[in-house]
């Protein structure tokens, strides 16, 4: 796969992860939210609760699920880019990193979608 085409199943993935967390009751607050030389995804309200979420999108899976791709490295680039969003806007109260996978077929439909609450 390309890079121009990782880049657009990548947006889908966060459109579709966006429309699963607003169905779920979460109010989208922001996309791509640049922090440094990091982004964050998706940046979601779960009541008072701010959410930092990582989308993980892939189609094919033979070199594993997209939850495989989550190491410690990229766990802890997720929590310095939101302790650093809640310094640089600061923002005190409740906050928490979540991840979707996704697992797409080729017309974008949804094999396998999976949320995790409070990775980090």
Request: net charge positive; hydrophobic share 35%.
């Amino acid at each position: 796969m390309n890079s121009r085409a990782r880049v657009e199943l990548g947006k889908l993935g966060e459109r579709i992860a966006a429309e699963y967390l607003s169905g779920k009751g979460l109010r989208i607050e922001g996309r791509n939210c640049r922090i440094g030389h990091s982004d964050i995804d998706i940046l979601a309200r779960d009541g008072d609760t701010l959410v930092f979420v990582e989308v993980r999108t892939k189609i094919k899976t033979d070199r594993g699920m997209p939850e495989d791709t989550f190491t410690f490295g990229k766990l802890k680039r997720m929590k310095q880019t939101a302790a650093g969003y809640l310094a640089r806007y600061e923002i005190d109260g409740p906050a928490r990193l979540d991840a979707i996978c996704l697992v797409l077929d080729f017309q974008g439909g949804i094999r396998h979608l999976k949320h995790y609450e409070g990775v980090g």
